[in-house]
């Protein structure tokens, strides 16, 4: 087994803040879910205009309407349905409170977990390897670490020295290529 050379070992104990997680979460929304409503919504828009041209034409015809009405509808649906999501997750964010949390940063993988002082709770790893669907976007106050599209872990960087988020930063880029985002 290759010997592991670590980035950063193991950041101190953090707790990501609600505010922090919420500006991950609209961000992770932003990136991957928000997109394919973005496109609905468009095509939404376009038929209503559509419908209504067709409504001025011909008044008469009540499945023009009817058709306006549905495509209103689900466009308020594709709007709100994201809030109501988002809320949802930041009620349940809430409710579990401060979990402190620990990190390691390899050239191998990222090990995220949760962090206990006794030592008989503790709980196993997540072990994040540095695979074709890793994405990890770096914004201003966090690395948001994007396994696939389903799962996503939030790195504060007021855990990391600047030394380690320059360092982190050269080796993602390098490591990930594309799949790697920075405005830094």
Same mark, same amino acid.
């Given at each position: 087994?290759? *010997?592991?050379?670590? @980035?950063? =070992?193991?950041?101190? /104990?953090? $707790? $990501? =803040? $609600?505010? @922090?997680?919420?500006?991950?979460?609209?961000? %992770?929304?932003?990136?991957?879910?928000?997109?394919? +409503?973005?496109?609905?919504?468009?095509?939404?828009?376009?038929?209503? $205009?559509?419908?209504?041209?067709?409504?001025?034409?011909?008044?008469? +015809?009540?499945?023009?309407?009817?058709?306006?009405?549905?495509?209103?509808?689900?466009?308020?649906?594709?709007?709100?349905? /994201? @809030?109501?999501?988002?809320?949802?997750?930041?009620? &349940?964010?809430?409710?579990?409170?401060?979990?402190? %949390?620990? &990190?390691?940063?390899?050239?191998?993988?990222?090990?995220?977990?949760?962090?206990?002082?006794?030592?008989?709770?503790?709980? /196993?790893?997540?072990?994040?390897? %540095?695979? #074709? +669907?890793?994405?990890?976007?770096? &914004?201003? *106050?966090?690395?948001?670490?994007?396994?696939? #599209?389903?799962?996503? %872990?939030?790195? /504060?960087? #007021?855990?990391?020295?600047?030394?380690?988020?320059? &360092?982190?930063?050269?080796?993602?880029? *390098?490591?990930?290529?594309?799949?790697?985002?920075? +405005?830094?």
């Amino acid at each position: 087994m290759a *010997q592991k050379t670590f @980035l950063v =070992p193991q950041t101190p /104990p953090y $707790v $990501v =803040p $609600v505010e @922090l997680y919420d500006e991950a979460y609209r961000l %992770y929304q932003r990136r991957f879910l928000m997109w394919k +409503n973005w496109i609905l919504e468009a095509v939404l828009v376009l038929l209503s $205009v559509d419908f209504i041209v067709t409504a001025f034409k011909d008044p008469s +015809n009540m499945l023009v309407y009817f058709l306006l009405i549905l495509c209103v509808v689900l466009l308020g649906l594709l709007i709100f349905h /994201p @809030l109501r999501i988002r809320r949802r997750v930041m009620d &349940a964010v809430k409710e579990l409170g401060e979990i402190p %949390y620990v &990190a390691a940063l390899s050239e191998q993988e990222i090990v995220i977990q949760t962090w206990t002082e006794d030592p008989s709770e503790e709980i /196993p790893p997540t072990v994040l390897e %540095y695979d #074709k +669907n890793m994405r990890i976007i770096e &914004a201003e *106050q966090f690395f948001l670490i994007c396994e696939g #599209k389903e799962r996503f %872990y939030v790195l /504060p960087k #007021k855990t990391l020295y600047d030394e380690q988020i320059f &360092a982190m930063r050269r080796f993602l880029r *390098q490591k990930l290529g594309k799949r790697f985002q920075s +405005n830094f």
